[in-house]
């Protein structure tokens, strides 16, 4: 029998470089881990399973090593096989399987933890080392199946056959050829799994062969490489397929630390295991973007987070921000990065503990103010404290709390932040502002998967919600309110050119969503094609603006025994229109086509979920009757249309529809 | 020295293969424990690059034979360091 050994204390006398940010390249918007020795020992003693995941879910949101990710991930594996933690089983489970020519073992607990991170559970599977062709066409392989995610990654000796230097010809074809590969693999990963296809770019790591004329000599290796990620991002837009740009990362942080020569000989490993928690995170934030759980609103403080200095004290002069001293310098360019996140559609608000006149005062009279008042959807300015401030613009936005990031110069405001409200996302403000964009750049919560006209719009949509609130305060009730709005609802059966923002609506909607089925483009595409089923979509604009497509409902006709009925699969509409009557609007166009189609009944669905309580109701709204259960708690509901349906009060002023 | 390395090393083994009751001994091998594969190796050696702030090279590695060796290694490497 062996006993442990205690410690031997004259270790600490060895130099030990432990979790400094050269072993946590690019993460150092994560706050560091305190005590994480103790409280891993902690989570392994623990016997109440929500109080060690809780732990668990702490340490994953801060800077954890190579090493530290491995010996989470070993405690979150044990929590779900034997240990009972209710908020594990509520959060979204997602499958990857990482098809990878090199080895990526080492990579998955940096890939869980950063999952964990970024609001999922990652279950990982691996396909044989090396067999990625084998695994995607061989018919009897199934390795694939069921994976929600199927991340393909080559190294370039194995994509890319070696040309000789010179021979653009040769290298022209097996750029070719390689690119029309992944096409097939892809469409082979896509049809056997039913999932999303995520490849990554081919990294390159090819020696000099020219120097500076590399990237002009014709048929010089490194040029196949980048000719072959431009041929992947081409094909990637068309086949509806993700990609993980391992490329822009090496630029960022370095392919010499990426790639490690030690480990590739000696393991077959293309990412260096210290830098694991990057490519994971890095993963993740795809996976979370993809799922819909990245985050849509910036709230900033103002006194040295937009510009040096206290408003209050040091006045509109005294104040440090634009030309003339390199801080000012440096909090401009900050504004400069937070108004394109604005207009890429992150919605900003401004939580500052200041008099409202003298804050705002700073955005109308201050001569080098980057951003002004209309790009914030909310400007909260007050002496309260910071958590009830955040809870006050989540619930104006209509948002969740986990919608936010909190991006404050003040340690002491978000240690408070991280303590009290978890939900919120809060990157370790650096001291220097002239590294507040990097920060806010590699911290990634708002990762997208696509980029639609209705995003460059949301600042403009936001600033024209809170007019309308304005209104709404103004209004004697709410017909009058809604009547005022002068709104017009146009609702269209899906086209393509509608497809890229229905499919964005379906899947990163999580409240006003009635099923929670995520659907991808080429699922919705089919949906729209098959004579049997019917996607609605529905745009609204009022006398303030143009709110664009903001509702999608999915409906199949189907004979069932009573007869043939529409069965709505899904029913999402932003939050931003709730409390609009559109729902009503859709319910009555999905009564017309019901009838076209000669249904006797629409059913309806509600899927509970932690977060789309809000729809409980709505099918009973809408006069629907329920199914089995009580109304109070019924999840199927049917509405018969050979009665009439009930009738509602249209505060529209032109429906327009082509149902 | 070689006494501290043991320690460090010894939680270094523990934490990656998994087993608290781990000691560790000049003449141990990759024989003497089932859970220390290839996978788990490599680990071990990138624990102790980052714990002990070192670079082992391909040749160091393939030279290893026994735990004896690793800390003379590592001993040698701490020395030329400074």
Redesign the interface.
Same mark, same amino acid.
């Given at each position: 029998m062996?006993v442990?050994?205690p410690?031997?204390s004259?270790?600490a006398?060895?130099?030990?470089?432990?979790n400094d940010l050269t072993?946590t390249l690019g993460l150092d918007w994560l706050p560091a881990p305190e005590r994480f020795d103790d409280r891993i020992r902690l989570v392994r003693r623990g016997s109440d399973g929500d109080l060690r995941f809780e732990s668990i879910l702490a340490l994953s949101r801060t800077r954890l090593?190579?090493?530290q990710c491995?010996?989470l991930d #070993?405690e979150l594996g044990r929590l779900r096989k034997t240990g009972k933690a209710e908020a594990l089983a509520h959060l979204p489970r997602v499958r990857l399987t990482a098809l990878s020519s090199s080895t990526v073992?080492?990579l998955l607990p940096s890939i869980r933890i950063a999952g964990l991170r970024r609001g999922l559970l990652i279950d990982c599977r691996v396909g044989a080392y090396g067999m990625v062709r084998q695994e995607l066409l061989d018919p009897a392989g199934n390795t694939i199946s069921g994976s929600d995610f199927v991340l393909i990654a080559f190294d370039a000796a194995s994509i890319l056959p070696d040309t000789d230097p010179g021979d653009t010809g040769a290298a022209r074809v097996v750029v070719e050829h390689a690119a029309a590969e992944l096409v097939a693999l892809w469409r082979a990963a896509r049809e056997r799994s039913g999932g999303i296809v995520i490849q990554q770019l081919v990294m390159d790591r090819q020696p000099s062969l020219f120097g500076n004329l590399d990237a002009l000599a014709a048929g010089a290796p490194s040029a196949a490489i980048r000719e072959l990620n431009t041929a992947i991002l081409e094909a990637a837009e068309r086949e509806r397929v993700l990609v993980l740009d391992i490329e822009a990362l090496a630029r960022r942080f370095g392919t010499r630390r990426l790639f490690d020569p030690? #480990?590739w000989?000696?393991?077959k490993?293309e990412i260096a295991?210290?830098h694991a928690p990057l490519y994971g995170d890095g993963l993740a934030r795809i996976l979370m973007a993809a799922r819909g759980r990245s985050r849509k609103c910036l709230v900033l403080d103002l006194d040295n987070t937009l510009w040096g200095g206290v408003i209050g004290d040091d006045g509109l002069e005294g104040i440090r921000l634009g030309q003339g001293s390199p801080e000012g310098e440096a909090y401009s360019a900050f504004q400069i990065y937070v108004k394109r996140l604005a207009k890429r559609g992150i919605v900003l608000a401004a939580s500052s503990k200041n008099d409202p006149k003298i804050a705002l005062e700073a955005f109308e009279r201050h001569p080098d103010m980057v951003l002004n008042h209309d790009d914030f959807a909310i400007f909260e300015a007050s002496w309260g404290d910071k958590p009830s401030a955040l809870q006050r613009i989540a619930r104006k936005l209509e948002f969740g709390l986990d919608a936010l990031v909190f991006f404050d110069d003040n340690p002491a405001e978000r240690a408070l932040v991280r303590q009290t409200l978890p939900e919120v996302a809060v990157p370790e403000v650096p001291s220097a502002p002239e590294a507040y964009v990097d920060c806010l750049v590699d911290s990634g919560w708002f990762e997208a998967v696509a980029f639609t006209r209705e995003d460059s719009l949301r600042t403009r949509h936001y600033a024209a919600d809170r007019r309308r609130r304005e209104e709404q305060d103004k209004a004697a009730d709410i017909d009058s309110f809604l009547d005022s709005l002068e709104m017009e609802i146009d609702i269209r059966k899906l086209d393509s050119a509608n497809l890229p923002r229905a499919t964005q609506l379906v899947n990163k909607t999580n409240q006003f969503n009635l099923t929670t089925r995520r659907t991808n483009e080429a699922e919705m595409t089919a949906f729209a094609v098959d004579p049997s089923m019917v996607v609605l979509t529905g745009r609204v604009k009022d006398r303030f603006g143009d709110s664009g497509l903001i509702t999608v409902v999915v409906g199949q006709v189907m004979d069932a025994t009573e007869g043939r009925v529409l069965d709505i699969g899904t029913w999402v509409m932003s939050c931003r229109v709730l409390g609009r009557r559109i729902e009503h609007a859709m319910r009555d166009a999905l009564i017309a086509f019901a009838r076209n189609a000669g249904a006797i009944a629409i059913l309806g669905h509600y899927r509970p979920t932690e977060r789309n309580g809000l729809v409980k109701q709505h099918f009973m709204t809408l006069g629907f009757a329920a199914m089995g259960e009580g109304e109070g708690t019924a999840n199927d509901w049917r509405l018969d249309l050979r009665s009439e349906p009930t009738t509602w009060r249209s505060p529209f002023r032109a429906v327009r529809t082509d149902v | 020295m070689s006494?501290?390395?043991?320690?460090?090393l010894?939680?270094i083994f523990r934490? /990656?293969l998994?087993r608290?009751?781990i000691?560790l001994r000049p003449n141990l091998t990759g024989h003497d424990i089932p859970e220390w594969d290839?996978?788990a190796h /490599?680990?071990i050696? /990138?624990?102790a690059e +980052?714990?002990?702030?070192i670079?082992? +090279?391909?040749a160091e !590695?393939e030279r290893l034979r026994d735990i004896g060796e690793f800390v003379a290694l590592i001993e040698r490497k !701490?020395a030329l360091?400074g």
């Open positions: 062996t442990s050994r410690i031997v004259a270790r006398s060895i130099p030990h470089i432990g072993q090593d190579y090493l491995g010996t #070993r073992e080492h030690t #480990r000989h000696q393991a490993q295991p210290p | 006494e501290q390395i043991y320690a460090i010894t939680d934490d /990656v998994d608290d009751d000691e290839s996978f /490599v680990n050696i /990138v624990a +980052m714990k002990f702030g670079k082992f +090279m391909t !590695l !701490l360091r």
